[in-house]
C-alpha cells in the first residue's frame, strides 16, 4: 500500500507544484468546501496536541488511513483536471462542455435557500385589503383637515402594516415634514428604501429630505448609489446628474462657510491624515472642509502615495500587472469613470485587502498565495472596489469616522499603521457584496468567486483567530448565505471561468517571494 501512497502524493505534487501546494506525508481529513469542492490546503496540527508525547518508535501507517489519504488526494487532483480543462474549454468558446464539467465539480449550495421574496410593491391604493382602504382614507382625512395626530397614526400603521405600500411611505414622510419632524421622515424614507431599495419614488424622495436640512452630501451619495447599483433602471442616468449636481451644491456650500470663515467643530481621520501627514493631531474644521472640497480622488490620491512609501510592497512586474488586469477589468464595468484606478499588492502574507475613497485598491499578497482562482481574487477585488466606487470611505470621510473605530491591519510602525480596517455599517457591507458579485459575474467569472473565497475564511476562522479581513466585517456565515442568495434571486452564473491554471502560476510566483522575504527577516533576526 506505501507505495501507491508515494505515488499519489508525487502525482498530486506534480499537479499542484504550479499553485505551490505541497502535499504533506500526513494530511488530515479534510472537509468539503467551496461548493462541495475539496480543499487542497492541508490541515495543520494544533501545537497543543504535539506537545508532551512521549518519543516512540515510527510506526506504520495503518491501511485504512493510507487509503482515505489517497483517495482524497486522487479527488483533488481530478478536480483540479476537470476545472483546468473546463477553464481551457470555455476559452475555445466550448461553453457547454465547459460547464458540464464545472458543473461536475461544483456541488448545490451546501445549505439550500428558501430565497424569500418579499411582496411586490404596490402603487395604486385600490390594491390595499380593505382595512388598508380604511387607514388611507383616515389619512387622506386629516390630511384634508390639517389635524396632526389623525394623519399621523393611521399612516404609521398602514407602513407598518403594509410596508409594500410604495404611496404609503411617501405621504408618511411629507407629513412628517409638514408637522415639523424632519429626521423621522429621513428615517421613515430610509427604512423604505432598504425594503425596496430599486424604487426610484422613494429614493428621490429620501434625497429630497436630505436636501431639505441642507445635507447635500448625503444627497449626492444616495443618487450615486441608486445609479449605481441599478444600472438598468431607466431613470439611473437622471439619477448620476442629481448625484453631481449636489455634490456642486455641497461644495458651493462649504466655499461659503470658509470664506465666512464659520465652521467651528473639529474634525479627526483619514482627511487629517491626508494633510498632515499625523494621525495623531485633530485637524480643523477649515482644514477638512478644504481637503472634502478637493473630492475622493485627492483623498484617496494623497493617502495611497504614503501607504506605497511606508508599506513593503510586492515589486514582481508579473504579479502587479495580473493583479491590475482583474482591477481595470472589474472597474470598467461600475459606471463611475471619473476615478483614477489603481491596484497595489503590499508585501504580507496576511490575508486583507482595503480600498481608499477614489478607487485605489491595495491586497495583500496573502490574498494571492490564499485563493484557489481567478475568481476567487476578483471576488476579493470586487467588494473592496465597490467600496470606493459607492463612496463608503468618502462618507465616513465627511462623517469623521474613518478612524474613529479603526482595528488594525499591518503591524508594521509608523503612520499607516492601523490606518485601513474600516468599520462600515452592515449596510455597506452587503451594497458591497451585491455589486462585487454583479461585477464578476458581468466580467465572465464564476458568479460564487467571493461566496467561494468566504467558504475558504470561514474554514480558516474555526483554526483559531479569524483573518485579519474578516475582522471588520459582519459575520462571516450570514454574508455567504446572503450572496448565495444574490446569485439564486438573479440567476448569475456560477458554471464559468474560473481561472485555475493562471492563477495558480501567479500565486506559485507570490509564495516564493513571500519565503523570500521570510528568509531575509530571519536573517535580520539572527544578527
Known amino acids: 500500500m506505501k507505495p501507491a501512497w508515494n505515488r499519489l502524493a508525487i502525482a498530486l505534487n506534480a499537479v499542484l507544484l504550479v499553485s505551490g501546494t505541497p502535499v504533506l506525508a500526513s494530511i488530515s481529513p479534510t472537509p468539503l468546501g467551496k461548493g462541495g469542492k475539496v480543499s487542497s490546503t492541508p490541515t495543520q496540527p494544533n501545537p497543543s496536541q504535539t506537545e508532551n508525547i512521549p518519543d516512540r518508535q515510527p510506526t506504520e501507517t495503518p491501511t485504512f488511513e493510507l487509503e482515505a489519504s489517497s483517495s482524497r488526494l486522487a479527488t483533488i487532483i481530478e478536480q483540479r483536471r476537470k476545472l483546468i480543462e473546463a477553464d481551457r474549454l470555455h476559452q475555445a468558446g466550448q461553453h457547454a462542455a465547459a460547464e458540464k464539467l464545472y458543473r461536475e465539480v461544483k456541488q448545490p449550495f451546501t445549505t439550500p435557500i428558501e430565497v424569500k421574496q418579499r411582496p411586490e410593491p404596490i402603487i395604486d391604493a385600490t390594491q ?161 472642509s478644504t481637503m472634502l472640497l478637493r473630492g475622493e480622488s485627492s483623498i484617496g490620491k494623497s493617502i495611497a502615495k504614503d501607504a506605497r512609501e511606508q508599506l513593503p510592497m ?5 504579479v502587479i500587472d495580473y493583479v491590475n488586469e482583474l482591477g481595470q477589468k472589474l472597474a470598467k464595468a461600475t459606471g463611475r469613470n471619473d476615478f483614477q484606478y489603481e491596484f497595489h499588492v503590499v508585501l504580507d502574507d496576511n490575508l486583507n485587502a482595503f480600498a481608499l475613497p477614489g478607487g485605489k485598491v491595495f491586497i495583500n499578497a496573502g490574498a494571492i498565495s490564499k485563493t484557489e482562482s481567478e475568481a476567487e481574487l476578483a471576488g476579493l477585488l470586487a467588494h473592496e472596489l465597490s467600496h470606493a466606487v459607492l463612496s463608503h470611505g468618502f462618507q465616513l470621510v465627511t462623517e ?51 461566496r467561494d473565497l468566504l467558504v475558504t475564511l470561514k474554514e480558516q476562522e474555526k483554526g483559531g483567530e479569524p483573518p485579519a479581513w474578516l475582522s471588520s466585517h459582519p459575520p462571516t456565515g450570514d454574508r455567504i448565505r446572503y450572496v448565495e442568495e444574490l446569485i439564486q434571486r438573479n440567476g448569475y452564473n456560477r458554471y464559468t471561468y474560473e481561472g485555475v491554471a493562471r492563477h495558480a502560476e501567479i500565486k506559485a510566483r507570490v509564495k516564493k517571494i513571500l519565503i523570500h522575504k521570510e528568509l531575509i527577516t530571519k536573517k535580520k533576526h539572527h544578527r
Do not use: C
Not at 314 to 318: A, G, I, L, P, W
Not at 412 to 424: E, H, K
Open 400 to 450: 469623521g469616522n474613518l478612524l474613529a473605530n479603526v482595528t488594525q491591519y499591518i503591524p508594521y510602525g509608523g503612520t499607516v499603521t492601523n490606518l485601513f480596517a474600516m468599520r462600515y455599517s452592515r449596510d455597506m457591507e452587503r451594497e458591497a457584496d451585491a455589486l462585487g458579485t454583479r461585477l464578476i459575474a458581468a466580467n465572465g467569472y464564476a458568479a460564487d468567486g467571493l
Open 314 to 318: 510586492v515589486e514582481d512586474q508579473m
Open 128 to 288: 390595499l385589503s380593505p382595512a388598508g382602504k380604511v387607514y388611507w382614507r383616515e389619512a387622506a382625512a386629516g390630511i384634508a383637515q390639517n389635524l396632526q395626530t389623525k394623519t399621523l397614526v393611521p399612516l404609521r400603521l398602514l407602513v407598518e402594516q403594509y410596508p409594500q405600500f410604495i404611496l404609503g411611505h411617501l405621504q408618511l414622510a411629507t407629513a412628517l415634514n409638514k408637522h415639523g419632524h424632519p429626521e423621522e421622515a429621513i428615517d421613515v424614507l430610509e427604512r423604505a428604501t432598504s425594503l425596496y431599495p430599486n424604487q426610484p419614488d422613494l429614493v428621490k424622495a429620501k434625497i429630497e429630505a436630505f436636501v431639505a436640512q441642507k445635507k447635500w452630501m448625503e444627497a449626492s451619495l444616495a443618487a450615486r448609489r441608486f445609479a449605481i447599483l441599478n444600472p438598468n433602471q431607466p431613470s439611473a442616468a437622471e439619477f448620476t446628474l442629481l448625484a453631481d449636481r449636489h455634490l456642486e451644491q455641497y461644495k458651493r456650500h462649504m466655499r461659503r462657510e470658509l470664506r465666512g470663515n464659520a465652521i467651528a467643530n473639529v474634525i479627526t481621520g483619514v482627511a487629517g491624515y491626508a494633510l498632515t501627514g499625523s494621525l495623531l493631531g485633530p485637524l480643523s474644521a477649515v482644514q477638512t
